[in-house]
């Protein structure tokens, strides 16, 4: 079996245990250490697959899913961190801070007298 459907097949096995890993709480932070291992392998599948036929889609591709693949996990652990980091702090006495300005805004255009 060439290495670039090994590594594909793997990478896309990964991807199905990372989406039943996110039925449960454990699972889900554990799915967040198994994505970057699941978005290389396909990368590499995808280069070595350009290796093996030379189509210049191929290695676009590669790139692509390694690239947007570390960018959504960034996006992710930033966002883990940051709601795990709140729950720790406990519940704060203002939950939805950008809401009263939201509210403003809102009462100001239903309201000109306010002006």
Known sequence: MEAYRFLGALGFALSFLILLLLATLVGGVLALYVYPASVALRGVAWLLLYRASGRRLYAATGVAVAGLGLLMWAAIYVNVSVFVSAARRGVT?????LGRLHGARASLL???SQL
């Open 93 to 97: 006495a203002d939950p939805d801070p």
């Open 110 to 112: 239903l309201d000109p």
